[in-house]
């Protein structure tokens, strides 16, 4: 149980270098959970049906979120296992719930969980049965179901549901939508400049303040989506509402990122423009953190950005020292970055985190961690405090990470208090 669980690239598997087993979860808690995620629709409200040792868990998430006004549950016995009323048991539930409230909420999302789907429960019969009883209230069916990861994940599932009110309407022309992210998109990143100069409206749930905000998202004439997790929801909404999806993969390669800007630029009609200044920006943070950063080696995990080999490979390109990469597994879009660090890279790490041995990791060295379970597998408080990306992207992107690995080299972080505050970068977490 003491012995490392990685392995080195050389002899790795893509894209699953590690067998399944008994898991590990590490105290970090600055990734988004369906519950925060949900929070995202305005003037909605939660409510969990599921086993009250379940329930402990996202009662403790809407807590933090200062947001327990707008959760409610429904707990789950053994009895509505075996006795016939467990559709009828979250009927009740939800209707005495909300004949409660004094105000009726816009949109409730339901959240059935395992014990549901192994027992077979009509989800579909409790959405029909409530929404004849409160018609004025949009009903969700929603999952807390992690045993059921190897179909689709509970994060790509509730990312897809988020948008399952938006109703297929007239297309609103120059409109476009950023679909499936936790938070904003950088202003400042060549995407959302390449929109805005187009002459496009952009629209983002985070930044809908009412329902009927967030309802007019499916007038959006193009939804784009760059969270791998995220592009079920664009290709739910063009097969649903017929919503033209563009998807621009979250990118560290320089040639990727200006390919993705002129697929982006021929749909939108526009001439692609000389990204050659940007590049140079991006050369130039890299090569300033490098002064800072120096041989200091750098660890970087799938949670602070989807795509940790092509960072990894970007930070090898520009001569830091990356050591280790903390990751489960791997997607086809990082099989390229995978081969070149396999072939470039013989001294990096691959480590699960996940895995039951990671409980007994020990660093000696001291690294620069990229994410919070990077650091607090590498034991370390320089690091980057980053989740998903951040909303940064494409050049402007890498500039603001090389930033943050210079300050993250230089100044020490709290990573105790840090990494246990759940869902970093929720508004209403702050």
Not at 140 to 168: H, N
Not at 259 to 280: I, M
């Amino acid at each position: 149980m003491i012995k490392e669980s990685g392995i080195n690239i050389t002899k790795a598997a893509f894209p699953a270098p590690f067998e399944s087993g008994l898991e590990y979860n590490p105290p970090t808690r600055g990734v988004w959970n369906i519950v925060h995620t949900g929070m995202l629709i305005p003037e909605s409200r939660q409510i969990f049906v599921c086993a009250q040792g379940c329930l402990r868990g996202v009662i403790l998430t809407a807590a933090e979120m200062n947001a327990m006004d707008r959760m409610s549950w429904v707990t789950v016995s053994e009895q509505d296992l075996y006795d016939g009323t467990m559709e009828q048991d979250v009927i009740d539930g939800v209707r005495d719930i909300i004949n409660r409230l004094e105000e009726k909420p816009k949109c409730v999302l339901i959240f059935l969980s395992c014990v549901h789907l192994f027992a077979g429960c009509d989800f579909k019969m409790i959405i029909d049965e409530l929404s004849a009883l409160f018609p004025q209230v949009h009903f969700i069916d929603c999952y807390m179901t992690p045993t059921m990861r190897k179909s689709i994940s509970p994060d790509s599932l509730m990312r897809k549901q988020l948008y399952e009110p938006l109703e297929k309407c007239e297309k609103k022309p120059k409109t476009a939508a950023i679909i499936g992210c936790d938070r904003a998109t950088d202003e400042a990143s060549e995407l959302v400049k390449i929109i805005n100069s187009a002459g496009f409206e952009l629209l983002d749930i985070t930044k809908c303040k009412t329902y009927e905000e967030y309802l007019s998202m499916a007038e959006s004439s193009l939804n784009i989506t760059y969270i791998p997790t995220a592009k079920p929801s664009g290709e739910e909404l063009e097969k649903r509402l017929g919503t033209k999806h563009l998807y621009l993969p979250l990118c560290y390669g320089y040639d990727e990122i200006e390919g993705n800007y002129s697929r982006l630029c021929t749909q939108l009609g526009v001439k692609t423009p000389d990204f050659s200044a940007d590049r140079e920006a991006a050369d130039k943070a890299l090569a300033n953190a490098l002064e800072i950063v120096e041989n200091m080696p750098i660890a970087v995990d799938y949670t602070a950005l989807p795509r940790p080999l092509d960072f990894c490979r970007l930070l090898a390109e520009k001569g830091f020292n990356v050591k280790r990469c903390y990751a489960d597994s791997f997607s086809e879009e990082e099989r390229a970055d995978f081969e070149w660090l396999k072939a470039h890279c013989h001294d990096l790490e691959i480590l699960p985190t996940v895995n039951v041995k990671m409980e007994f990791s020990q660093c000696e060295e001291k690294y620069l961690a990229i994410g919070q379970k990077a650091a607090f597998f590498c034991q370390t408080d320089n690091f980057v405090d980053i989740v998903a990306g951040g909303g940064g992207y494409g050049f402007e992107g890498i500039k603001r990470l090389a930033e943050l690995m210079a300050e993250g080299a230089v100044n020490k972080k709290d990573r105790r208090k840090v990494i246990q505050h759940k869902g970093w970068g929720c508004e209403s977490c702050l």
